[in-house]
């Protein structure tokens, strides 16, 4: 006989790995116990060592559906002859280390809650708040740590006996599952009309479903904020909900009930439907269906776009509905007018979405953190590119183990942490793009976040990482973990800024992990770096100022596993860049430590700041008065005064900063070619210059030159870059126009000469001694196509090639780049001081 302390460390609390556990050591007869210990899982196992090899296997390889697995290591002690197995109260210390507890996301209602749920002879029979320790809320109901039912918002609501009696019965599912409740003990839901106003109804359900198929708005509360909910092949209800809340062409999500609806307006793959129906259920971007018959959805749910964000029911009361009318795709978009943030609260909802919303469908069960709907999809393989077998998705706890046994009988598995549903290694041609899944972020949010991504390096104090100004997100590193938070919205907006503020707050109660240092961007004027100071100053906090776009640069490293020198290309719209003037068309080598400009876009100037971003037009004119060609391309669309008047501002310099972008210049190009010469959402211009460009076949490219920086240019004699002249580029575009060449063909031919650009510029430097790895960030690697082409080339050259897949390439991922840096300059100092 043996006995055996066994350690697991991960998402392994608040996920049913204790009853788990239970089942399986009474299964094999071992005695002992299980209890959790201070952010593990503390085993005490005895029986005979092949009846516990295997026991320790099984903890490893078939964990419960949301835990998810970072180590497992035992050790011998002295056998108590113990027959029996037990759970026994948790601990907080007892293991003598303070260590950080995991919390799990969001997750989508389970198949066996949906079985009681849709069973008349259950008694949660079409409880619209049924969960078990397999599903339902988590991160937006906790309040505090550790992580049981007096700190979330369920505290309200006592158990009635056979809810208690579930959640003390370790071989129920429900065990310790802090949200459990029923329709005795639990939350309800309530109507009110378009004023806030309560009504009565039998069945909410029922009184919401049909005022969705009587062409009315609802907004209609979910487990991180409100949505509002519309028929969403009814053309009328679509046009009125985008007029009610100020959102002209920005697409909007669906929800169907289920992926055979999904197919009769999408294609759907078989990744996608992986994708669809994963447990974080996020909105999947699929393709649109191009074959004609059967029914289509609104034109005006995503104008002009070849693709819609689809997503499928992930909490009971979604089920309900389309049980109730499975044919009726909906139109399910955030609750909040314009780009506010979602609103979450039943008062702020209903004095925020009066008028937008015809009546409200709300519950009494409060969420403390908001939290969006993620937004993700598939990138198809690249031409040239064919998969091979590698690491598998995680999906239940599996990962990338490495499996080690020590001379000190102890079983060590390091798995990836964050979720992957792809397929593993993609080998090129003469590179290869490394171990990356098919789906690319988009949001991070529910259903993700806040799932620990592995750091390169351990961060030797709590560090706050707190990202940048647009796609807010923050991050808290801990040891060799960083938690990302879930998308908090652009800072600029004031409620967004306090639930900034308050969510950073809650995350360091939720970690126990109060930090020392708080890494920020050098933008001067971005909230995130002013809370930076403003806390840094009030608390005596060292504070660690990193560059955009070195941050995008190791964000995409740090989630991919690198630890080497590479060359970033780190394509965005604007960062404050060292110079002072607005980088954005980058191309670094470097690693955590320390970088060096090799490369970037030539400057133009962006005439009025911001509001080029808004008018195209304007970097259109820009760059045509940068290679000399006049404005005759814009007047047919821009009067004599505007271009008179911008004209001035380029030549002065006046409110004009230059810029690098490579956003900008996609802006340009899209304005140019008649696309787009103002915008009403972020990036619509680029956006649509790809949507025309993705059904163009290829027809070449446009010429560019590669020159160095004159030395009395170089930064104070540190730049030692080369720029990319676009003048040849735009100057051949101009002259297609004038001959009518098409805007698709333009299209297609500019993002061919983008990942020309990219090929030629990383080719210079590898053969000037540089690496031969290619990490691509930046919010213009959003752009499908780009990215695909530019793996397919620089992977036929050779080179190996690294994209995001846990965060999104736009300023979400910076956080996670902030904090890998951080982490890896404390590697190097903590090396240094060794040798000296």
């Known amino acids: ?20 556990v239970f089942g399986l050591a009474s299964r094999l007869k071992l005695g002992g116990f299980v209890r959790n210990d201070d952010g593990q899982v503390l085993i005490e196992a005895e029986g005979d060592p092949q009846t516990l090899d295997r026991f320790v296997a099984e903890l490893a390889e078939k964990p419960p559906a949301l835990a998810r697995i970072e180590s497992v290591s035992w050790e011998r002690r002295g056998v108590l002859g113990e027959g029996e197995f037990r759970i026994e109260t948790s601990h907080a210390g007892s293991s003598g280390t303070h260590r950080a507890v995991f919390i799990s996301p969001d997750v989508a209602t ?61 071989r129920d599912r429900r065990f310790h599952a802090q949200p459990t409740c029923c329709r005795n003990c639990g939350p309800r839901l309530e109507m009110l009309d378009g004023k806030g106003k309560s009504f009565p109804s039998d069945d909410p359900i029922q009184t919401t479903l049909g005022a969705l198929q009587a062409e009315r708005i609802v907004a209609i ?41 999904a197919r009769e307006f999408c294609e759907v793959g078989a990744e996608e439907e992986a994708l669809l129906q994963s447990s974080a259920r996020p909105i999947a971007l699929l393709a649109k269906r191009t ?72 519950h009494n069960r409060s969420i403390h953190v908001r939290c969006d709907d993620s937004v993700t999809r598939m990138l198809a393989p690249s031409p040239g590119i064919s998969p091979s077998p590698g690491t598998p998705g995680e999906g239940r ?74 796609k807010g997100t923050f991050a808290l590193g801990r040891e060799r973990h960083a938690f990302v938070s879930h998308h908090l919205g652009d800072l600029d907006h004031y409620e967004a800024f306090r639930a900034f503020e308050r969510d950073v707050e809650l995350y360091e109660r939720l970690f126990d992990s109060r930090p020392n240092r708080i890494v920020h961007d050098l933008h001067p004027d971005y909230a995130s770096t002013a809370y930076a100071r403003r806390r840094g100053s009030a608390e005596g906090l060292q504070l660690i100022g990193v560059q955009h776009h070195h941050a995008h640069m190791a964000s995409c490293m740090a989630e991919n596993r690198l630890d080497e020198p590479v060359i970033g290309v780190s394509f965005d719209g604007t960062g404050y860049g060292l110079d002072g003037a607005v980088w954005g068309g980058e191309f670094l ?38 290679a000399a060609c006049g404005n005759s391309a814009l007047q047919d669309r821009i009067s004599e005064d505007y271009l008179k008047t911008v004209g001035r501002m380029v030549e002065r310099g ?114 000037s001694g540089g690496p031969s790895v290619v990490v691509l960030s930046g919010g213009v690697f959003m752009n499908v196509l780009l990215t695909t082409e530019a793996i397919t080339v620089l992977t036929a050259d050779g080179f190996s090639v690294y994209r995001h897949h846990l965060v999104p390439p736009n300023d979400a991922g910076l956080s996670l780049g902030q904090l890998a840096i951080a982490a890896a300059r404390d590697r190097s100092s903590a090396a240094l001081s060794k040798s000296e």
Not at 149 to 170: G, H, K, N
Not at 425 to 449: D, M, Q, W
């Open 397 to 470: 706890g599996e990962g990338d183990l490495e499996h080690q046994r020590h001379s000190t009988s102890q079983i060590t598995l390091t798995p990836t942490l964050s979720r992957s549903t792809g397929r593993g290694r993609n080998i090129g041609r003469g590179g290869k793009t490394a171990g990356v899944p098919a789906e690319l972020p988009i949001r991070r949010s529910r259903g993700y976040a806040p799932q620990p991504i592995a750091l390169p390096a351990a961060c030797q104090v709590p560090t706050l990482a707190v990202g940048g100004q647009l």
């Open 589 to 626: 080598v470097g690693d955590y430590s320390a970088f060096r400009r090799a490369a970037h876009l030539r400057y133009v100037r962006m005439p009025g700041g911001d509001t080029a971003i808004r008018e195209p037009w304007r970097m259109a004119l820009a760059h045509l008065m940068d």
């Open 654 to 767: 006046f409110n004009s900063p230059l810029t690098s972008s490579a956003g900008r210049l996609f802006d340009a190009v899209a304005s140019l070619s008649g696309i787009r010469d103002r915008v009403s959402y972020e990036g619509q211009a680029a956006i649509e210059l790809e949507w025309l460009a993705s059904r163009t076949p290829v027809s070449g490219t446009y010429p560019f030159d590669i020159c160095p920086i004159p030395s009395d240019k170089k930064n104070r004699g540190k730049d030692d870059s080369q720029i990319v002249d676009t003048r040849p580029m735009i100057t051949s575009i101009v002259k297609e126009l004038r001959e009518g060449t098409s805007s698709a063909v333009i299209a297609r031919r500019f993002h061919c000469t983008m990942a020309e650009i990219i090929l030629e510029v990383c080719r210079g430097m590898r053969n």
């Open 1 to 20: 006989m043996e006995r055996r302390v066994i350690f697991i460390r991960g998402i392994v609390q608040g996920v049913g790995f204790r009853p788990f």
């Open 291 to 362: 074959s004609a018959g059967g029914r289509s959805v609104a034109e005006s749910v995503a104008p002009g776009n070849p693709s819609l964000g689809v997503m499928l029911p992930y909490t009971p009361l979604h089920h309900l509905l389309f049980k109730a009318a499975p044919g009726l795709p909906l139109v399910m978009t955030s609750g909040n007018r314009s780009d506010e943030p979602i609103a979450y609260e039943n008062d702020d909802a209903v004095a925020r979405l009066e008028g937008i919303a015809d009546m409200f469908l709300v």
């Open 110 to 170: 389970c198949d066996d809650c949906l079985r009681e749920l849709c069973d008349p002879s259950d008694r949660r029979y079409r409880y619209p708040f049924i969960n078990c320790t397999n599903c339902g809320p988590r991160l937006t109901i906790v309040t505090g740590a550790p992580y049981d039912r007096q700190r979330t918002t369920m505290a309200s609501f006592a158990m009635c006996p056979l809810c208690q009696a579930e959640y003390d019965d370790p």
């Open 221 to 261: 509360k979910g487990l991180g904020g409100f949505h509002l909910a519309c028929s969403a092949i009814d053309e009328r209800v679509v046009r009125e909900l985008r007029a009610r809340k100020h959102r002209d062409e920005k697409p909007f999500a669906i929800m169907v009930a289920d992926v055979v609806a």
